[in-house]
């Protein structure tokens, strides 16, 4: 790394997700989940936790504290274990069946969605399993066919990717940050922004959908009809499927995925054109999302509130560096998103002091703070390889909430879909503006990628992740796009979630005709009730499940994957009371 990359280095959604990062710092100034005190010590926090009997010997035990991503769901203290081989899995899973405990495996709990642990639920009866210290593994096999690498459920999307670069190979499709698990990024069908330009030539090993669709191979701890064992599971296997998006029903040990040829990639970064006109309907002139997307395949849309111009980056496919790009030799090159001006976390200081009105000024100060960032590190326009310039959000980021979900529909609908979501949205925000309140603060997020093509897939496949939100429906087969749709807000906001509500609402009936149809994002916010997600009984019983039937086989739907999961672990050793809700 060069003296210009190390002054460069460092990430986004410090900024993006400011408010939540503001919140941490004046509500839990000092809280990190770092401490970890082995069972049986004196010190560390107070605890009523009851040692766990008779654990199995040689998995170090310590009581650890927990957050997730935007520290909405944050524990002092819950027993967690670091399994070094696969095969201390299967002794933990065992002796929890024996025992009446639940194992939830964690990784970089960068995420909102209660699969971990649930908010306010006991945890006396718990065991983290934290796969980030031993089981980080990573081999790569260049010379397969496909090529392909294998990893341990704990290593980071950065290992390895890092690991493949140095074989000249890597994946076209990345989610924003590299801390993520791959088998955190397994459990709920991550992605990135990417879909090929038109008329872009496919590359064996690619694909533009789910990490979960480069899914080769994979080994599960899994029930036996007499104990849990390790049982490997080939893509061919239809068994396979429901394991691929598994939303922590299962715990993986293993798992292999297809790789194709590393490629350069520019991006650029725009900052001058209105949200009118960027996000102007089906066939509009002028600089559209829709062009961008058609013209170079990657393209993402922040869009801060109560601003006139979002900030875009687009990224394109570039063997050479063009004569203004800056050259990057490794990721989270938006320095500025980590280094907020004083003014900003003001602000935010403000908006959890119970001012949320601030949010008009708090926008146009995040837009101006990005756009002299940008400029300030010479940012605009950067060129290096694709994970270089795909992974943009540090793990040490400042967080916010986030609701919304995926419209499934043909890549031709991409300006209507985004240009009625975005008129929507405003009306809305200036409606709420008008009678004094302010529910949503952090910027719109615009994101499109493909669908799990099972013709991606490079080995004899049984098909495509069971419940992922990127499988396509048989019934449209010009449904050939995920439509990312996510707005971010401060923990705590008053009426936030109430918005939340009105807007996963609307999506799910305007996005519901023979042009589109709407998913949740696994990892982000869904499901809210009038104060709080995940609570909206009727979505999580019935309207989401319904999402995995509609134009499915009967053989290979919602229903047959929640059957697959309580065969592979009947007992629920890998559960929670959440996950005992949504598949019961």
Not at 274 to 299: D, I, P, Y
Not at 314 to 334: C, D, H, I, M, Q
Not at 360 to 375: K, R
Not at 528 to 547: E, H, M, R, S, V
Request: proline share 8%; net charge negative; charged share 15%.
């Amino acid at each position: 790394m060069t003296a210009q990359d190390e002054k460069f280095r460092l990430s986004r959604r410090g900024f993006m997700a400011a408010g939540a990062g503001a919140v941490a710092a004046t509500a839990f100034a000092g809280w990190t989940p770092a401490y970890a005190v082995p069972a049986g010590s004196a010190g560390g926090p107070v605890s009523t936790l009851t040692p766990p009997p008779a654990f199995p010997e040689g998995i170090a035990l310590y009581q650890q504290a927990y957050q997730n991503w935007s520290k909405e769901i944050m524990l002092d203290a819950i027993w967690t274990c670091s399994p070094k081989t696969p095969e201390d899995v299967v002794r933990l899973a065992n002796w929890g069946h024996a025992n009446g405990y639940t194992i939830r495996p964690r990784g970089a709990m960068h995420g909102w969605t209660p699969l971990t642990i649930v908010n306010g639920a006991p945890v006396d009866k718990v065991i983290l399993a934290d796969t980030t210290v031993h089981l980080t593994g990573v081999s790569v096999n260049a010379g397969g066919s496909p090529a392909t690498v294998t990893a341990g459920p704990g290593a980071t999307l950065d290992a390895i990717t890092t690991a493949l670069q140095a074989q000249g190979l890597g994946f076209a499709n990345l989610p924003a940050p590299g801390v993520l698990t791959i088998a955190g990024c397994l459990a709920v069908d991550a992605h990135g922004a990417a879909l090929p330009a038109e008329g872009e030539a496919h590359v064996p090993g690619q694909t533009f959908g789910s990490l979960s669709n480069l899914v080769t191979s994979l080994t599960a701890v899994v029930w036996n009809g007499s104990e849990y064992a390790l049982e490997t599971y080939a893509r061919s296997d239809a068994a396979i499927k429901p394991l691929l998006t598994h939303l922590g029903r299962t715990f993986l040990t293993s798992v292999t995925l297809q790789a194709a040829p590393n490629y350069r990639m520019r991006c650029v970064s725009h900052t001058d054109i209105g949200w009118q006109e960027l996000f102007g309907a089906r066939g509009a002139s002028g600089r559209t999302f829709e062009k961008f997307v058609r013209e170079n395949g990657r393209a993402e849309a922040i869009w801060y509130p109560f601003t006139e111009r979002p900030w875009m980056k687009v990224w394109s496919l570039a063997p050479t560096k063009p004569p203004f790009s800056r050259e990057v030799t490794g990721p989270y090159n938006y320095i500025f998103s980590d280094n907020l001006p004083e003014p900003v976390t003001d602000m935010i200081g403000q908006i959890n002091a119970g001012n949320p009105g601030i949010a008009p000024a708090f926008g146009q100060i995040m837009y101006a703070t990005t756009v002299a960032g940008l400029a300030a590190t010479f940012s605009n326009d950067l060129w290096g390889w694709s994970k270089d310039v795909q992974f943009y959000i540090r793990a040490t980021t400042l967080r916010l909430t986030e609701g919304g979900g995926a419209v499934i529909t043909s890549r031709a609908n991409i300006g209507q879909v985004i240009h009625d979501f975005t008129q929507w949205f405003n009306g809305r925000m200036e409606y709420y503006r008008s009678i004094g309140q302010f529910p949503l603060n952090g910027p719109v997020e615009i994101r499109c990628c493909g669908l799990d093509q099972p013709s991606d897939v490079e080995v004899d496949s049984a098909g495509a992740p069971t419940i992922s939100a990127m499988r396509p429906r048989p019934d449209h087969p010009e449904w050939d796009t995920a439509i990312w749709l996510n707005v971010l807000g401060v923990p705590g906001t008053p009426g936030m979630f109430a918005f939340y509500r009105e807007m996963e609402q609307w999506m799910r009936n305007h996005y519901n005709n023979n042009d589109a149809t709407f998913r949740p994002e696994w990892s982000k916010g869904w499901a809210f009730g009038p104060d709080k997600p995940y609570t909206d009984a009727p979505i999580i019983t019935q309207g989401l499940p319904q999402t995995y039937r509609d134009g499915v086989p009967s053989s290979d739907n919602w229903d047959t994957a929640n059957a697959a999961f309580n065969a592979l672990d009947p007992h629920k050793v890998f559960s929670n009371t959440f996950l005992d809700q949504l598949l019961p």
